[in-house]
């Protein structure tokens, strides 16, 4: 049982490139979120899905965009990154139910 | 807007000590709160969760309870140990959505 997968786990980038965060549950969870870590400021959500092909935005969605077209999957794209995007990135899910939520192990990501 | 607020931001204990971390919240409307570890350079670890209409969840020597009314939740570790060294992170679920707070760094002497 894997749980929430995410890949890649470090990358780095430079200001402007473009690149896609994986995030994969074998759950079938049908809530996913995508958040960011930064020192003193605790997670912040940027985007979440309620399930197949519904999507929308949370605390700090600019510069990012998100789709889902399946329940597993839920990727996370950086349009043109920018160093303010440096942080590490955390997916989680969860199903219906009064469940918690469950976490990935995280993607650190520097924009130089 | 939910705001989560966690006190103290860092606590140092001598092993063995029982001890209490603070977590509140500004909207009364959460779906459940659950409570997390995070080690240095790793991902969240759940370690409890409430829902709305319990007062408390036990695990071992992590009790934690919730007072939806005041919007204030607490965590209590009991007979510290080093290993329990790590930040912990308080969480409000507002069903779509988690509010975070920033985190309580305990340190756990030997």
């Known amino acids: 049982n894997a749980g929430v997968t995410q890949t890649p786990k470090f990358q780095v980038l430079k200001t402007g490139q473009s690149m896609t965060l994986q995030c994969a549950q074998d759950?079938?969870?049908?809530?996913m979120s995508w958040y960011r870590q930064d020192p003193g400021m605790g997670l912040r959500l940027i985007h979440y899905s309620v399930g197949a092909g519904i999507t929308d935005q949370g605390e700090v969605p600019n510069g990012y965009n998100v789709s889902r077209s399946t329940t597993e999957d839920f990727p996370l794209r950086l349009l043109s990154a920018a160093p303010s995007q440096t942080s590490v990135y955390f997916c989680?899910?969860?199903?219906?139910?009064?469940?918690?939520?469950?976490f990935g192990s995280g993607t650190r990501l520097t924009v130089v | 807007k939910q705001e989560v607020t966690q006190i103290p931001a860092a606590l140092s204990v001598p092993e063995g000590e029982n001890l209490v971390l603070n977590c509140s919240f500004t909207d009364s409307a959460i779906y459940n709160l659950q409570w997390f570890r995070q080690d240095p350079g790793k991902g969240l670890t759940s370690l409890l969760l409430i829902q709305s209409s319990q007062r408390e969840q036990t695990s071992g020597r992590l009790n934690a309870s919730l007072d939806k009314s005041s919007g204030r939740s607490t965590l209590y570790i009991a007979a510290s140990q080093p290993g329990d060294s790590a930040t912990y992170l308080c969480a409000v679920s507002l069903l779509n959505d988690m509010r975070f707070g920033a985190g309580t760094r305990l340190t756990v002497k030997p």
């Open positions: 759950m079938n969870h049908e809530y």
């Open positions: 989680a899910s969860r199903d219906r139910g009064p469940n918690g939520y469950t």
